[in-house]
């Protein structure tokens, strides 16, 4: 775990949200450190979507989006004109409930972030490419295959390629919205190792309907309910010893 003086990654403060008249998140502040997992729990519809999606600005191409308050990003306001979105969506990386490949080969395909960070030599993009998928935990399954379609690959194999050209675009921060969602019970565990294998490296952002899910992978643990964040705190302590009765609610499977 890291140490609380480590200074935050993001730090978001009075985090207010409306979609044109209707409000979806309510007044949040919390600090995300670096290097470790923060998972966001919560029932359907409760605004963790809305969350994470403030941290890469995709909210940005919302229809009738609002923002009030503020995030920081390593110190510095995450919401302004001289900061592009395209360039915080490197920095701040996602992966969505449904993997969505490009379509151009598997090799390609992680290709493509490397080269928009600039990465252009044959064999540095080589490199880049077997890396990432070597920490997708995809390299062996698909090295033979590099040229071929994504369209060969199972949904996990799929879910996992996203994951790779993610990491090749090297971000700071990569989200995980609900990635397990479409997955079979014999995908799940993969992707859970791969989140548990790259918090060294990376901070990581995981959003999950699945109490047990959140308890595995994550270190701190918010819980989110009608748009506001009820707790904020150790995974541990959100399941075993919660402040609030809605929470304790929830991770007992009594809401939602």
Known sequence: MQSRKTDP?????????????DQILKNLTFDVLPKQVTAFIGPSNSGKTTLVRCFNRLNDLALNFKLTGQILYKGDKL???KLKASKISRQIGMIFQKPIPFHKSIYENVAYSARLRGVKQSTQLDTTVEESLRKAQLWKEVYKDLQASPDILSNGQQQRLCIARALAGAPEILIFDEPCEQLDAAETPKLEAIVQSLKNRYTLIFVTNKRRQAARVSDVAGFLYDGELVEFRQTEQIFTNPKDKRTENYVTGRLG
Do not use: S
């Open 9 to 21: 990654i993001l730090q978001v403060h009075n985090l207010n949200v409306w979609y044109g008249k």
């Open 79 to 81: 919401y302004t004109p």
